[in-house]
C-alpha cells in the first residue's frame, strides 16, 4: 500500500482497483497481519499466504470485480463496512460467470492511524 487509508470506506474501492490490475501484493496490502477471508464456498481463509493463493486464483480466472459502497458503521478503531459486489470471472469450463453478493467486512485502525481489513466476508450474512 503506497499511502496510509484514512477513511475505511475508501477499503473497497481500493481492493477493487488492485485486483483488477492483477496486482495481489496491493490487495494483500489492504489487510492486517493475520486477517481472515471468508471464500464464496464457505471456507475460511487466515494469513497472506492463504490470502495470497485465492486472490492469485481469481486473477488467473480473469476476475473483473465492481464494488458498491452502502455503508460504514465506524466505532473506535473498528469499521464494518457493507458493499455490494459483482465479480465476473471464468469458470472451470471457460464460460464467464457473473456472480454477485453483499459483503460484510470488518477493518480495524492501526497504530499509523491507517485502516486495513481484518475480516472479509462476501457472503455478507449468509
Known amino acids: 500500500m503506497s499511502s496510509v487509508v484514512k477513511d475505511p ?9 488492485a485486483l483488477n490490475a492483477g496486482d495481489v501484493d496491493g490487495v494483500l496490502a489492504l489487510f492486517a497481519a493475520e486477517a481472515g477471508m471468508r471464500t464464496v464456498s464457505g471456507g475460511l481463509l487466515t494469513g497472506a499466504e492463504a490470502l495470497r493463493t485465492e486472490l492469485g486464483g481469481t486473477v488467473a480466472a480473469r476476475g473483473r470485480l465492481t464494488n458498491v ?42 497504530a499509523d492511524g491507517g485502516w486495513r481489513f481484518t475480516l472479509l466476508n462476501p457472503l455478507g450474512i449468509a
Do not use: C, K, M
Not at 470506506?9 to 482497483?17: C, G
Not at 465476473?88 to 485502525?109: C, K, V, W, Y
Open 69 to 110: 459502497h452502502r455503508h460504514a458503521l465506524v466505532g473506535a478503531d473498528t469499521a464494518l463496512l457493507v458493499t455490494d459486489w459483482t465479480l465476473e470471472i471464468d469458470g472451470p469450463d471457460g464460460e464467464r460467470l457473473t456472480p454477485t453478493g453483499t459483503t460484510a467486512n470488518i477493518a480495524r485502525r492501526d
Open 9 to 17: 470506506a475508501e477499503l473497497p474501492i481500493l481492493f477493487q482497483n
